[in-house]
């Protein structure tokens, strides 16, 4: 009677492995957070636009509801300079670098454990020089020899079939650490332009504060010119002269504090950019040449989750945790493993010899399936305190979701707060820097009346100065106001090729 076929190892071990993927995956599957419920910004609503101010920077902004952003956003500010910097600064950054590196690294194991989802095959060979014991045992060759060479070549083929999902649930959560590294990324980028816009203003507001207080500095000094000329013919005192000194004196000291922001702001621009600060940017800001957006976006709340790269890493950070509870549940089930070898076992590599037989001739080859299955009994309540560790770790990710969401909300709501009331600051700053202005100029006059004293001129150059800086400062404001909300609505990263697309879950 002819004998059946035997089955290949590998046939027999797909045989064996194919039932098991009609299993489910233990543990829980992940569902996003709903969005909240009569989520906003303001308690009240929102006025249609802010407050306008008769000076360059104080145009009226409008908010647009349900608005986009522009993925550069930063365009609107409508700064050449400002765009070469931020251009320079996205290629260079080492941030940005080192968040790209870890997104390249996220990927490649999540790739690398989609790899256990297949058998596992190794290929070996060994060659072995020995001496038998011809005196106890017997010969283990045909040679009567008792010296021999023995080579093995095989292939081994080992197969661990995911009968509860626990690959699956490892596979989704390194997808979802990608995907929280991918939205990291994607913070870094807005967190470095918004810096860069907001380094650039602020070098700005320093630069036309220097300008002020040379002004005055200046004023004061050829004030001082006039006095000690009218100090020799007799018509002032002394004192008066004396007291203009020390008001130069005050006006100078206000320059090195402002130098020195300027400096310390350069060295950050340059650190920005990814450069040491013995290299600064060529780029140079002045608030004059930067242009106030007329328009500005409020998304939705409904969209800000999803807009928002802090958002979106804390909701990949939460189904990291959720998949990391069924690999924890998974670990405690039994476990199957299935082994197959094939292979060739012989005295010689090739050859006739008689006494040694070559490899792959007839009767030197060998195969063997097995199978076995692994059930942890007790191991100390380990894997049980695991599995409560990872659903711990799932709460504390979803508690950290809600906080991330109602940060920001607040941080939208901030600056929409700022943009209403530092517009009627800088109203109110104009207002009081023209009056000002105007009350020196009439000081000024009554001094050469002879209808004042000098002291009424010093308080009056004082409170010109202050409400001159005043006024740049509160300029400066709205511009970083506007910055603030564009970044705090997530900068318009969808609306770029982004550096790579969350993994499907």
């Known amino acids: 009677m002819p004998s059946l076929p035997r089955p290949a190892p590998l046939a027999v071990l797909a045989a064996v492995a194919a039932p098991v993927f009609l299993a489910g995956c233990v543990g829980p599957d992940f569902t996003p957070p709903a969005v909240p419920k009569d989520a906003g ?3 009240s609503p929102l006025p249609g636009a802010t407050v306008a101010a008769p000076v360059a920077g104080g145009e009226a902004q409008h908010f647009k509801s349900g608005a986009d952003i522009p993925a550069e956003w930063w ?34 194991t999540a790739d690398a454990q989609r790899g256990a989802f297949f058998p596992q095959v190794a290929a070996g060979f060994s060659a072995e020089r020995a001496k038998n014991a011809s005196g106890t045992l017997q010969p283990i060759t ?54 860069l816009v907001a380094a650039a203003i602020n070098e700005a507001s320093l630069r036309g ?3 002020a207080v040379t002004d005055i500095i200046g004023i004061e000094r050829e004030l001082l010119d006039v006095l000690k000329r009218q100090l020799a013919l007799g018509e002032v005192a002394e004192a008066d002269v004396v007291a203009q000194q020390a008001a130069l004196a005050q006006a100078g000291q ?7 922001q300027l400096a310390v702001q ?32 409020v998304s939705l709340p ?35 493993n299935l082994t197959a070898d094939l292979g060739s076992a012989a005295g010689l590599l090739a050859g006739n010899d008689p006494a040694n037989m070559a490899m792959f001739t007839p009767g030197t080859g060998f195969w063997s399936l097995a199978g076995g299955v692994t059930q942890p009994l007790f191991d100390g309540f380990a894997l049980l305190h695991r ?58 006059k009554q001094l050469d009346l002879g209808a004042v004293g000098y002291p009424s001129l010093l308080n009056a150059e004082q409170t010109e100065l202050q409400a001159r800086v005043t006024l740049i400062q509160a300029r400066a404001a709205r511009f970083t106001d506007t910055a603030a909300l564009f970044q705090a609505l997530g900068g318009g990263w969808w609306n770029r090729n982004p550096a790579g697309t969350p993994p499907a879950s």
């Open 387 to 444: 599995q409560h560790a990872a659903e711990a770790a799932f709460d504390q990710a979803r508690a950290e979701y809600r906080g991330t969401v109602i940060t920001a909300f607040q941080n939208v709501a901030d600056s929409l707060h700022a943009l209403r009331l530092d517009a009627e600051a800088l109203e109110k700053a104009a207002a009081a820097e023209k009056a000002a202005a105007e009350s020196l100029e009439i000081t000024r």
């Open 302 to 336: 409904a969209r800000l989750v999803e807009q928002r790269p802090d958002i979106r890493q804390a909701e990949a950070n939460l189904h990291a945790a959720s998949a990391a509870v069924g690999v924890a549940i998974a670990s405690r089930l039994p476990v199957i």
């Open 254 to 260: 206000g320059l090195p504090p402002l130098e020195k």
């Open 209 to 211: 504060q220097i300008a």
């Open 41 to 43: 910004y303001t308690p």
């Open 142 to 195: 045909n040679s009567p020899s008792p010296y021999y060479n023995l080579y093995t070549g095989q292939l081994s083929v080992s197969y661990t079939p995911d009968v509860w999902g626990a690959n699956w649930r490892a596979v989704e959560n390194l997808d979802a650490q990608t995907e929280a590294q991918l939205f990291q990324l994607e913070a870094a980028h807005l967190t470095l332009t918004a810096n």
């Open 75 to 108: 365009r609107l500010f409508h700064s050449e300079p400002l765009n070469a910097m931020i251009a320079e600064a996205l290629k260079a950054n080492p941030t940005l670098v080192a968040a790209k590196a870890a997104l390249r690294q996220a990927e490649e």
């Open 266 to 297: 350069r060295d950050a621009l340059a650190a920005l950019m990814g450069r040491l600060p013995n290299q600064p940017p060529r780029q140079t800001f002045e608030l004059d040449k930067l242009t106030l957006p007329p328009d500005l976006p």
